[in-house]
């Protein structure tokens, strides 16, 4: 069935627990989901495993989110069809990219369009640069500076508190922009662009390697094209990878 | 010496907590508060005495809260000096008086005059009809109806929270996004890229030549790219534009 322009709606958010060491973290994140409506948790690389039998009595009855919940290698796959990834961070990063309250980023989840992907980070170290890299938007929680405190079930009840007082009032987007590529669209073209420059060495010296793809990874993230702009993009790579001379 | 009207600010909010059961919970609830600036809690009648052994270690470090809390016998002992009284529940009551969201009481606290208090229940049972009775106004935290399982520290969190977003503290983060690019360094940079792409006969048909460069100009405007990245990217066509084979 096909849906008209009034019954479209941006679809809740993905909370993506990247690296979750506790298995009672775990649960405790996905009672404070249910409490606001959250059902879709994704699971990076558990510490120990998953199903981990620690989870389920701290979900204290959010039973539905731990049985639905999915595990992935990377953050790459697990947010690969999400078109707007946040990251959570508590400090300030050397970073340039947004930084925006739970507030301002559940306000920009509703407004979509397409799937929006929240990351979080392990209990004690929080998300490392590389994970930051992958997202476009930084959220962080406005915190008293003398005591920053948060643990990881606290941080995913404000934003998905935040994302909930919004569902009554979402509306559909009033501007036709054309939704922003899932992020597999757009990793598949900065691959093609990294092969593209190992084959020139672009890439030198070594050590500055994984910065200098950081980089390129933050400013190709930047724009959230379209998938079609992502497609004129990898075309406009492969030509200019053909062979030449002719 | 007397405040002026610019300098005179609403103190901050009392946090109640009545009859609570186990002194972890007092812990986590201190701990919350502190993470937004909230610093005086009173307790009335809690279960097992105070001071609580278990209460500092759930903490985590705000022993401050939990030093300056005090103990009153009755709910009206402990609010005697606040001026509005809001009490927390999950539940609709069959009580005549005004129910609002975290975010309103926030603003009215704000608002003052005078100094509020929030009455939080025991851990099972939430508060009784007498003691609503003592507030003016209900605060219920707007949750998924069908699983509502907000512990004590996750509702003072969420109260404190809101209450931190009208105070100094609460300042959205600075974003530390670079200007812009002036056009002529980005018009650089798509000359440069147009004229690798004439050069291994992207460009075609001819007819088509001046809308493909204009959907080029739009997806590579979109990114409100830094001085910097056209930088980055001018070097990465430089180098994708050297000759290859060596």
Avoid at 48 to 76: C, F, I, K, T
Avoid at 145 to 169: D, M, T
Avoid at 208 to 226: D, E, I, M, Y
Wanted: proline share 10%.
């Amino acid at each position: 069935m096909e849906l008209n322009v009034q019954d479209r709606t941006t679809p809740p958010p993905v909370v993506v627990l990247v690296r979750p060491q506790l298995g009672e973290n775990i649960g405790k994140a996905a009672r404070a989901m249910l409490n606001f409506g959250l059902l879709e948790m994704r699971l990076v690389a558990p510490r120990d495993g998953w199903p981990n039998p620690a989870a389920g009595p701290a979900a204290s009855g959010a039973d539905v989110v731990l049985e639905q919940a999915r595990v992935y290698e990377s953050v790459a796959d697990a947010v690969a069809d999400c078109s707007q990834v946040y990251a959570t961070t508590v400090r300030k990063r050397g970073v340039t990219k947004p930084v925006v309250t739970p507030e301002v980023a559940a306000g920009e989840i509703h407004a979509g369009p397409g799937r929006s992907a929240i990351l979080f980070g392990p209990e004690r170290s929080g998300l490392e640069t590389d994970d930051v890299a992958v997202a476009r938007t930084i959220i962080t929680v406005p915190i008293n500076p003398e005591f920053g405190s948060l643990n990881l079930a606290q941080a995913v009840i404000l934003v998905a508190y935040e994302w909930s007082k919004g569902v009554a009032l979402a509306q559909p987007p009033e501007t036709e922009l054309p939704p922003v590529a899932p992020q597999g669209e757009l990793d598949g073209m900065i691959g093609q662009l990294e092969e593209m420059l190992e084959g020139v060495g672009y890439f030198f010296p070594p050590d500055r390697v994984p910065a200098t793809k950081r980089t390129l990874r933050t400013l190709l993230t930047k724009p959230g094209w379209s998938s079609q702009e992502v497609r004129t993009l990898r075309g406009v790579l492969s030509t200019l990878a053909r062979p030449r001379g002719r």
